[in-house]
């Protein structure tokens, strides 16, 4: 029974450091293409880095859930 506790335990872990690693990899790119955006059409101007982070975090909280939840988005 400890074993099965400690499985459990381990597979969270696993799970959860994937969303962290996750997160961190979308936001950097969303950040990347919105630095690239702002400086190819909008004159360097601060939205677009800031609207591509929020997207990356967006899409990295979503999958997250998703990974960690998945009968409660089976609908």
């Known amino acids: 029974m400890a074993k099965d506790k400690k499985d459990n335990e381990d597979e969270f872990s696993a799970k959860l450091d994937m969303c962290l690693t996750?997160?961190?990899?979308?936001?950097?790119?969303g950040v990347l293409l919105g630095a690239l955006t702002s400086v190819l059409f909008f004159r360097r101007r601060r939205w677009p880095i800031i609207a591509g982070m929020g997207m990356g975090i967006g899409i990295a909280y979503a999958n997250c859930e998703y990974e960690l939840n998945p009968k409660k988005n089976a609908a």
């Not at 996750?22 to 790119?29: A, L, M, P």
Request: charged share 25%; net charge neutral; no cysteine.
């Open 22 to 29: 996750d997160g961190i990899v979308k936001t950097g790119s």
